[in-house]
């Protein structure tokens, strides 16, 4: 097949590649403010994040032209069509990621993100009210990023001043979180297991209590009981899946390893946040462990998605 052509195949949860580099650099943005590491990485990281994001962008509007057919087709999968908001949560992100240098653009990117990712978040829950399709193998924890992907909102927008505006987001994302997280789980324990190519979303569990109590710390400006719950749940579902690695290290290469990455810069970061504000350096250990974990298994990624390239398993039918 000729490559403009496998592009048809082309998934859409290719952009969680970008939420994954995108929270690593935020992760080390963070860790040079609190801890002095060279602010080159941060840079780097970011010019890198939104090469791959324009990369992507281009390749994916080549494919909505050329095979519109396929897109729809694509957009219509009740597991795909989960991985779609992964695009408005990549501009949620970079519009954290570029706070520190434009607050404009910041605020564009925001603005862009935050109302891309309701709309989107509005046809996807449409899709699960008024359905003839959804059976419970259907669902798995990419089903959070829809719904739950709301909770990032905040995290530049308090900063932004549209504190309001965020916690309508918020709370959206946390209500959600609990409702999905009982359907998931009570997927995972009483039907049958998730198929080999989807357990690495296993770590999206991580994100929406680790993203969530970064954004209650940005509306509250406290660590109270509930701030608490959310880190100490999120650490408590690190260690679970973590605990698991030889299991995840056994699996074949799918573009779905791209799900161990944003939760782990999002635990990253909430590790550090929580360390600066309690005062306790272990919270901190933790972050800058994860974070540096983190970096080698992105190196790992990026090889790994090359060489799946090179070999054509990247944009085949599925």
Known sequence: MQPANRLQNMPISFFAMVMGLV??????EKASDLYHFSIAIYSTLLIQSVLVFVILAGLYLYKGINFRQALLTEWANPVKMNFIPAISISLLLFSVAFMSISMDLSRALWATGSILHLVISLIVMNSWLHHEKYEI???????????????????????????????????????FWLILMVIV????????????????????????????FLAYIKLTGELDAFAQVLYNFALFLTILLLSQLPRFARLPFFMSWWAYSFPLAAM??????????????????????????????VVLLFIKTLKAAQHGKICVED
């Not at 929270?23 to 080390?28: D, N, P, R």
């Open 268 to 297: 990253s970061i909430a590790s550090m946040v929580m360390g600066q504000i309690s005062g306790k350096a272990f919270y901190g250990y933790i972050g800058q462990a994860l974070l540096f974990a983190l970096s080698a298994l």
């Open 23 to 28: 929270g690593l650099t935020i992760a080390w």
């Open 185 to 212: 789980f009570n997927r995972i324990i009483f039907h049958i297991p998730l198929p080999i190519k989807l357990l690495p979303t296993l770590f999206i569990l991580i994100a929406p209590p680790a993203v969530g």
């Open 137 to 175: 193998h259907h669902i798995n924890p990419a089903w959070f990023i829809p719904a739950v992907g709301n909770v990032i909102v905040p995290l530049a927008g308090v900063p932004l001043g549209y504190p309001e505006l965020s916690w309508f987001f918020f709370s959206i994302g946390m209500t």
